[in-house]
C-alpha cells in the first residue's frame, strides 16, 4: 500500500517527503534543547529521533497524512516539520480520535514567520483533503506556538498533564473565517 506524500510550495518554504538521507539533519533538530524545551523539555537522543523519523514515514503509508519536511528555499535546507498524525496519548477520546497537528522548527528558522507559513500551508491542504476537526496541544508557556495555533483557529479545549508536566490541548473545529 504506497501511499505518495504531496509536495506543497509557498512563498518561502517547500513541504516535502523527508528525505533518508537528511536524518543527521532531522536528528540534529531534535537534539537541540532550544527545539526540545517545549517539547518534552529535553533534546532526543539519535535512537528516539531515528524511531520518530520512521513512524512519519509509516504513517503517510497508514492513514494518507503526516508530517512533511519543511525546507528553506532561501537556504535548501531542513530546517524543521509540520502535519497532522494520531499520537494515540491517551488523553481521552475527545482529544486521541482525531488527527493531531504539530509543528517544530530549527532555532534558526524561528521568528520569521516560516512556521505559520508552513503550518497555514499544511492545513490548507488538511482541509481539502482529509477535512474535519484537527488537535493539537502545547506547553502552556510556549507563546510562539500558541499565537501560530491562535492564527490557525485553534480555541483552548482544556488543560491536561502529560509526562512532562502541564499542556494545554487545543481544537480547531473548522478553518477560520476570513
Known sequence: MGRHVPTINTARVTLRAMRPGEFDRFAEI???????????????????????????????????FGQWGIEEHATQRLVGQVGFFYGARGLGEDFDSIPEAGWVLAPEAQGRGLGLEAAQAAHDWFDRVVTGPVVCMMDPDHEASARIAEQLGYVDMREADDDDGPIQLKLRKSPPQA
Open 30 to 64: 531534535w537534539a537541540m534543547p532550544e527545539v526540545a524545551i517545549y517539547i518534552g523539555g529535553k533534546p532526543r537522543a539519535r535512537s528516539e529521533s531515528w524511531r520518530a523519523f520512521l513512524v512519519n514515514a509509516g504513517h503517510w503509508q497508514m492513514t494518507g
